[in-house]
């Protein structure tokens, strides 16, 4: 928590599967520049759709691995559920206009270059946060319970401003 670098990923498609932790990987059209800027055990704030668009902050996530690229012919099949599919399947939700079944087989037959990105859901947000993700210490005990990092946490100290 003391190296705290402000980040964000939307989830715009998969906000859903998200929110119900049914989702643990997500794959994106990144620049080599900026995925390698990223490291296991890295924080980022989840949003429902681009801040810079009005989006809201839902979750905070952290990275259980470094980015990697991968083709997307050659997705695993236990990636299916780690994506969010499954849930998105059962609960009828599209992933860009598509059924998730509809867009698994397009990453398939249309392969493409993607860079992949492992996490774990730290915390899901019910309530408002700044755009950055500050917010005041919530709880009685030692633990934020809006982050998860202690009280005497960085994180708490800084001014919202930031």
Request: net charge negative; with cysteine.
């Amino acid at each position: 928590e003391d190296g705290w670098v402000v980040r964000h990923i939307s989830f715009a498609w998969t906000t859903g599967a998200l929110k119900a932790r049914a989702k643990n990987v997500t794959r994106r059209h990144w620049k080599d520049s900026w995925a390698l800027s990223w490291k296991a055990g890295d924080y980022a704030f989840a949003y429902d759709k681009n801040p810079a668009w009005g989006g809201s902050q839902i979750a905070i996530i952290r990275l259980t691995q470094a980015p990697y690229r991968e083709n997307s012919a050659d997705i695993p099949i236990e990636d299916w559920v780690g994506e969010g599919f499954a849930y998105m399947s059962e609960h009828k939700e599209l992933v860009d206009g598509l059924t998730p079944r509809e867009f698994w087989n397009r990453w398939k037959t249309e392969a493409e270059e993607v860079w992949v990105v492992r996490f774990e859901v730290v915390e899901i947000i019910g309530h408002e946060v700044d755009p950055n993700g500050h917010h005041d210490f919530a709880g009685e005990g030692q633990t934020c319970e809006t982050c998860g990092f202690s009280r005497n946490s960085d994180w708490h100290n800084r001014s919202r401003d930031d």
